[in-house]
């Protein structure tokens, strides 16, 4: 397979964790593998970060991606020196069918400021705040975590950048739909969008626009820029935040409602949808569209459900008759988790699933 190798510099503005390569280091290149050539314009751009024991669990994320998108996806990779082999390694072996493009970038924060973002919730958790800042020629993003499963083309929430009005600038889903359950409205000690607080696991960006826009702030009386607003906007409530970049953002749109697009919560379906019982109308009657495995779900027995899709994603090899290899074997697995809250609605983690399976397939039956 042939492979474009171009290699890009960042402005100096940027510099590397003190902890990677020191204070003195900045960005180092990134490396593009381009296994196709395509209008950008054409191209779906997703972002993730990944740090310590991440990489598999973003390469079944990549891979869900992958299996049910139809429009080229382009890859932005942010992760630590030491993963950046292992990830090209194994995206290299991928069967890509000329629809992937990724690139891999160290994790960087401001050179006055890294230690201070590096250290906040988790390692590099921050690092999604400043992707308009660095990816200055792309101009919509989809950023998901690690711990996300498409089961349904990137396509369908790439769509709501379409139904955005003038003023909006981002789509997320809401942090709960159960207001008794809720976190930000009931422990938070800072500001918070709408009722429940939002979820960042799931961005959608139109960075142009938030390059663009001047933001309200309880800090001055003086609209600023996001990468002037993020720094003072730490300083001001770091001792009141518990969930890091995701409390900030919730900060930003609390000021700034009119910049939020919000879309339902299949759109970011989390273990609290359904173990204190479902809460997910919209999964209910439509399906789960993206899975978002929080709090480490994927990798223990506490939410089996969870657990069964993304083995079955993991393991799928692509190639393989989907409904044989994946979701046959999945809703056996799903069957068997019926003893727990989630377990009981098991058929919202297949529905949209089932449906994505059988839109490919009428697809390549149509492309014959």
């Known amino acids: 397979m042939c492979k474009n190798l171009s290699v890009s510099f960042w402005n100096s503005y940027w510099m590397l964790p003190s902890d990677v390569c020191g204070m003195n280091c900045f960005w180092e290149a990134a490396f593009r593998y381009d296994y196709m050539k395509t209008h950008p314009s054409e191209k779906m751009h997703l972002a993730v970060v990944a740090c310590g024991e991440r990489l598999e669990e973003t390469v079944t994320m990549l891979r869900s991606a992958i299996i049910f998108s139809i429009k080229p ?12 082999k292992s990830f090209k390694d194994i995206l290299d072996d ?27 919730f988790k390692p590099c958790a921050s690092q999604r705040l400043f992707l308009p800042l660095i990816l200055k020629n792309v101009d919509s993003l989809l950023y998901v975590d690690t711990d996300i499963l498409f089961l349904r083309p990137v396509d369908d929430i790439w769509s709501f950048l379409r139904k955005f009005n003038s003023t909006q600038i981002a789509a997320m889903a809401p942090e709960h739909e159960e207001p ?3 976190w930000y409205n009931r422990f938070a000690r800072h500001p918070f969008y709408g009722v429940t607080g939002i979820n960042s696991g799931v961005m959608l960006m139109n960075m142009t626009r938030i390059r663009r826009k001047y933001f309200k702030n309880d800090m001055t009386t003086v609209q600023l820029q996001w ?11 770091k001792l009141n935040i518990t969930w890091g970049d995701q409390d900030l953002l919730n900060i930003m749109f609390f000021h700034n409602p009119e910049s939020l697009y919000v879309f339902p919560c299949q759109w970011n379906y989390r273990p609290d949808h359904c173990i204190y019982g479902s809460n997910c109308k919209e999964a ?11 709090r480490g779900v994927y990798h223990d027995d506490k939410q089996p459900t ?6 079955a994603i993991k393991n799928y090899s692509f190639g393989d008759d989907l409904v044989h290899s994946l979701l046959q074997p999945l809703e056996l697995e799903l069957q068997k988790t019926m003893h727990t809250y989630c377990g009981r609605v098991y ?9 994505s399976i059988r839109d490919l397939y009428d697809r390549r039956s149509k492309g014959r």
Do not use: C
């Open 73 to 84: 996806l382009q890859f932005h990779i942010f992760a630590e020196d030491q993963l950046h």
């Open 94 to 120: 991928f069967p890509y069918e000329g629809k992937v493009n990724y690139t891999l970038y160290p994790i960087t924060f401001p050179t006055e400021s890294a230690a201070e973002w590096k250290k906040l």
């Open 180 to 182: 008794r359950i809720g």
């Open 227 to 237: 990468g002037e607003m993020l720094m003072p906007l730490l300083k001001k409530y």
């Open 284 to 294: 209910e009657k439509e399906g789960i569209f993206i899975l978002h495995g929080n």
């Open 306 to 311: 969870f657990r069964a899709v993304y083995e």
């Open 347 to 355: 058929k919202v983690f297949i529905k949209q699933l089932t449906k």
